[in-house]
């Protein structure tokens, strides 16, 4: 069982800067990820990296404003978020998967968080 836990939520301004963390309980053998889910909408994929780092993959909206990234020696994986919009404002979930290709859809995710909040003002 892996149990998965985030930190770094908050309230920032348009524009600004955040990192969310995902701290895991066991070893980060798996591919990893963030989700959003913004209130009325689906729960939508964000950012996936494999287990290497070799491998990265992020959703449209978010591209070169957004980073992911993780130690392994330390079982965390990051979300460093530049320049946030009002449409970035959500509950960030971390997830982990057994197959890189399979963390952009829900159903793919075999452990998940329990979420953080995000909120952007314009």
């Known amino acids: ?34 989700f959003r889910q913004a209130p009325g909408k689906e729960r939508e994929f964000v950012a996936a990296i494999s287990r290497n780092s070799a491998l990265t993959d992020y959703e449209d909206s978010v591209k070169g404003r957004f980073t ?34 399979k963390l952009r859809w829900k159903n793919g995710v075999d452990y998940w968080g329990q979420g953080t909040q995000v909120t952007v003002s314009s």
Not at 13 to 32: D, I, N, P, V
């Open 1 to 34: 069982q892996v149990q998965l836990v985030e930190s770094g939520g908050g309230r920032v301004q348009a524009g600004e800067s955040l990192t969310l963390s995902c701290a895991s309980s066991g070893r980060t053998t798996r591919s990893m990820g963030w």
């Open 68 to 101: 992911i990234s993780r130690d392994n020696a330390k079982n965390m994986v990051f979300l460093l978020m530049n320049n946030l919009k009002s449409e970035d404002t959500a509950v960030y979930y971390c997830a982990a998967s057994d197959g890189f290709s």
